[in-house]
């Protein structure tokens, strides 16, 4: 069974062959054009998508050695995303589907982040908890098959991504800040500045707390000391990491523990976070834990982890037709 599927958001422009379950390529275009907003600006993804959607496509089925007629189904990213950007991958596909007179199959893209797992060894056996940390979602849901997930956590206000890119903006860091936050606070004393931990009832998450902690925190520093965030950059980057990780792994903890879930698994954007990789893994050895964080290249946005989960949706026959619409708001 080959499958190509196509994935457009957020601001990346992604496609990827799948033969038989493997992934033969994966081919992504980033849009460098948001860099300078500080943001992503949903006009000019769309228009970045079509001029990069057919040069990606392309360039998937060459690396994969397949022809366009040797495909058995198209699949593409229905939604949760930005509006814009997923009506240029879903008319694409649609268009490719009814052209080729093959089967459309229309995938949720936090599902995707989630069976990104199953793309390469080792792959959590189900039941398992997934822990969901990307630039528009943080989501804690107990997957119970490859068509059978339930969120049972979420953030109430931020992303996990959103808290880096956040409180890496008022440090003056370029977007999308979380990679240099990342890197920063490598050379940083996490336990230099204390932020508030953000603690909601059940597995739920917040963070919009630690924005305006941070925020008002520099504000009255920066008042005696104009040089205070160049000072004391490596320290406040490793805080505010601190501050997320920590956030993210009360919840976690809490959730594994009263599921009796032993299988962990990080996915989404903010699984690239080193410091997040880290803790994870130590409290893994204290709670026995077994951990699951897919390549980087699965974890950002990508065609691969849709292509995945086509193909899970293909073997059960979950198939769309063309009256099918992009849904920025699809429930997992
Ligand atoms: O999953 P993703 O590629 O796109 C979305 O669907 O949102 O995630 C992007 C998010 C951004 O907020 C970015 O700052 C964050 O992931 N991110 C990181 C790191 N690498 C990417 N955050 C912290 N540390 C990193 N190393
Ligand atoms: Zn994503």
Request: proline fraction near 5%; charged fraction near 15%.
């Amino acid at each position: 069974m080959t499958i190509l599927a196509i994935e457009s958001s957020c601001d990346d422009t992604s496609a990827a062959v799948m033969v038989g379950g493997e992934i033969r390529s994966n081919v992504v275009a980033t849009q460098q054009v948001h860099e300078q907003y500080g943001g992503v600006v949903p006009e000019l993804a769309s228009r970045a998508h079509q001029q990069h959607l057919i040069p990606v496509v392309d360039a998937a089925l060459q690396k994969a050695g397949i022809s366009k007629n040797d495909l058995d189904a198209v699949a593409f990213t229905q939604g949760p995303g930005l509006l814009g950007s997923l009506l240029v991958g879903g008319m694409f596909a649609k268009t490719l589907a009814l052209a080729l007179g093959k089967p459309l199959i229309a995938v949720n893209h936090m599902r995707a982040h989630i069976l990104a797992h199953f793309i390469e060894a080792p792959r959590p056996a189900f039941p398992f908890l997934c822990l969901t940390v990307s630039g528009g979602h943080t989501q804690l849901v107990v997957v119970r098959s490859a068509l059978d997930m339930e969120i049972i956590g979420q953030t109430t206000d931020d992303a996990a991504g959103e808290a880096f890119d956040k409180t890496g903006k008022l440090l003056g860091l370029p977007y999308p800040a979380g990679p240099h936050l990342d890197k920063l606070a490598r050379q940083g004393n996490p336990k230099r500045f204390a932020f508030p931990v953000g603690t909601m009832p059940g597995y739920d998450f917040s963070f919009s707390g630690l924005k305006t902690a941070v925020l008002y925190f520099l504000k009255k520093e920066m008042a005696q000391n104009s040089d205070f965030i160049q000072e004391n950059l490596p320290d406040l980057c490793a805080s505010i990491q601190h501050t997320i990780i920590q956030t993210l792994l009360r919840q976690l903890r809490r959730a594994a523990h009263d599921q009796g879930l032993t299988q962990v698994a990080l996915a989404g954007g903010v699984a690239a976070n080193s410091g997040l990789r880290q803790a994870l893994q130590d409290e893994a050895e204290a709670q026995g834990w077994q951990v699951f964080i897919p390549a980087f290249q699965f974890c950002t946005d990508n065609a691969g982890m849709v292509a995945m989960t086509a193909h899970f949706q293909y073997q059960a026959g979950d198939f769309a037709n063309q009256l099918v619409s992009s849904d920025p708001r699809l429930k997992l």
